[in-house]
């Protein structure tokens, strides 16, 4: 292999083995560095992959990628240490073509993704830690350091997919100063069960599944839950703020512990065999915690660039990386073509995104990671919802049965929440969603 390449991409995961798939398909050489021993080993999310983006990339994707489940159920729970109540929507026509989501073991979809970029001509090169960027006199970035006995790799365009902490990111001055409410830190249990036994707690057949998420799952901590299926195994893990832990001074995994303990999740998992537990920081700062996506000769994308859209009903991730990594490869092919990969030539990238789902979707939804964090929506809106629904079908006989308004005004007045403020949470919820 030369030392100067067109591009080099650091990191396997979505964002850089599309951005590298891109690039070779384009005709470009283009080395896809990972510091795993394989593409996926050292990754982790909340299960499910949204695939509509994967169309423009890999047209044939549902029929070879490595999946578990469709998803052809998706639930919403709010949960109290004794109450939960649950928003259930089913469709037959999301495990069917074109499909919605899916779930699958990161390991698996990340290696696959990646043996399509080297499948279209790029080099991986796995078991490889990049140290540092390389900079010619004026200060461009020209490649990058790593812990290779052949060391430097040069090149015209870095694109820097190295996660949540990008060292790139950060040593190309990208990077703004963020609070660390700003971040959650997401841990997951991987229980093994018999197939059968998914299928009928679940009630599911087939390749269909089930993706739960959770209000109310981390006590005194923001943050939330999750519950999803693959075929043999059932995962069920907690997304915790990095903040609020520590103030709480309680362990992430007793938050999953007590989850997996709620009679609504243990009815789901009892019994089931821990077969992997992982964590992995997220950045849920949303549109206005992301760095600076360019400069010259370096573009970012993905986790480094904080693009997962974690906005309450919406938790996406993969989709994201995808859609920026595709745009990346694709604004650093046209650059190259071109001859300039200064910051300038690379001015179409954050173009290409801002008129995408994915800096669309995070610029609509911009306040919505602040209110989903909140206090009000964390601490006092799950008893609240709990309680009405309880309330609401509570036989009372032969006592006559309260109306609607007067069980919503009780519980209102029982949980210490005042109409100004329940008004401004619905309008701020209204604004982000309209």
Same mark, same amino acid.
């Given at each position: ?10 990191? #396997? ?12 398909? $384009? ?6 560095? @990972? ?29 070879? $990628? ?25 469709? $037959? ?22 043996? @399509?970029?080297?499948?279209?001509? $790029? ?14 006199? #004026? ?59 998914? @299928? ?7 390749? /269909? ?44 995994? @007793? ?14 998992? /009892? ?90 979707? /995070? ?6 990671? /602040? ?64």
């Amino acid at each position: 292999m030369s030392d100067r390449v067109d591009a080099v991409v650091v990191g #396997a995961g979505p964002a850089g083995s599309t951005a590298a798939l891109q690039l070779a398909r $384009a005709g470009r050489s283009v080395v896809l560095v @990972e510091r795993g021993r394989a593409p996926g080993t050292k990754n982790m999310y909340g299960g499910v992959i949204y695939g509509r983006v994967l169309d423009g990339v890999v047209a044939d994707w549902a029929a070879r $990628a490595p999946l578990q489940r469709w998803v052809t159920r998706r639930s919403t729970m709010v949960l109290t240490p004794t109450q939960a109540v649950t928003l259930d929507v089913r469709s $037959a026509a999301w495990g069917e073509p074109p499909y919605n989501g899916a779930t699958a073991y990161r390991s698996d979809f990340d290696r696959w993704l990646a043996e @399509e970029a080297v499948a279209a001509g $790029a080099i991986l090169l796995p078991s490889t830690v990049v140290t540092g960027l390389l900079r010619d006199q #004026a200060g461009r970035v020209v490649g990058v350091r790593t812990d290779r006995p052949d060391g430097d790799l040069r090149c015209e365009v870095v694109i820097a997919c190295d996660g949540v902490n990008s060292l790139l990111a950060k040593e190309a001055g990208l990077h703004r100063a963020t609070s660390s409410d700003t971040y959650t830190l997401g841990v997951k249990e991987v229980l093994a069960l018999p197939r059968a036994t998914i @299928e009928q707690r679940f009630g599911v057949t087939g390749r /269909h599944g089930v993706d739960i998420e959770i209000l109310g799952a981390t006590g005194q901590v923001p943050g939330g839950g999750f519950v999803y299926t693959n075929l043999e195994t059932v995962a069920v893990g907690v997304v915790a703020q990095v903040s609020g832990l520590a103030k709480a001074k309680v362990r992430p995994e @007793e938050l999953v512990a007590r989850l997996r303990a709620h009679p609504a999740v243990a009815a789901l998992t /009892h019994g089931g065999e821990l077969v992997e537990y992982s964590a992995h920081l997220i950045p849920e700062g949303g549109y206005d915690s992301m760095p600076a996506l360019s400069t010259d000769g370096m573009l970012v994308a993905g986790d480094a660039a904080h693009m997962t859209l974690a906005a309450g009903i919406w938790l996406e991730g993969v989709n994201m990386a995808i859609g920026a990594g595709s745009a990346a490869g694709l604004t650093a092919a046209r650059a190259l073509a071109a001859g300039d990969t200064s910051e300038h030539g690379l001015r179409g990238y954050r173009q290409a995104l801002e008129s995408s789902f994915v800096l669309a979707n /995070h610029r609509r939804l911009r306040n919505l990671p /602040h209110l989903v964090l909140g206090e009000r929506t964390q601490r006092v809106y799950p008893g609240l919802i709990c309680d009405l629904a309880e309330e609401l079908f509570t036989v009372r006989d032969p006592i006559p049965k309260p109306g609607l308004t007067r069980l919503a005004l009780d519980a209102r007045r029982r949980h210490g929440v005042r109409w100004r403020d329940l008004a401004s949470d619905g309008l701020s919820a209204l604004r982000a969603l309209r």
